[in-house]
């Protein structure tokens, strides 16, 4: 079964971001078509919330636990807020929606 794109958009921010694995343009291309412009500006939005670094180590930027290694912070975000980095995900597509019927009123 295809997992849905919040899922592998998810994975490869994060990868993307710790491991510098892939590029922004590979990154976008999982995004539906409506959102793929948003690529980076989304990239962003979710890193923005989730990880906090500081002094090379990471801390969650959902519930504040940490230090993390770069391999910690990917397995405690996947694993523990997976459904808390959806909402994120949600979060900006509705905004962005809303934005979009506004400027088209
Ligand atoms: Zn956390």
């Not at 409506?34 to 090379?56: M, P, R, V, W």
């Amino acid at each position: 079964m295809r997992k849905p794109w919040q899922e592998e958009f998810t994975y490869s921010v994060i990868d993307l971001y710790l491991f510098n694995k892939g590029d922004l343009n590979s990154v976008s291309q999982i995004l539906p078509m409506g959102l793929k412009a948003f690529g980076s500006e989304l990239t962003d939005y979710i890193i923005k919330n989730t990880i906090k670094e500081a002094n090379g180590d990471f801390y969650c930027g959902i519930c504040s636990k940490g230090p993390f290694s770069k391999k910690g912070i990917k397995l405690h975000l996947l694993r523990v807020h997976q459904k808390d980095i959806l909402e994120i995900i949600d979060e900006f597509v509705m905004s962005r929606i809303s934005a979009i019927k506004k400027s088209r009123i």
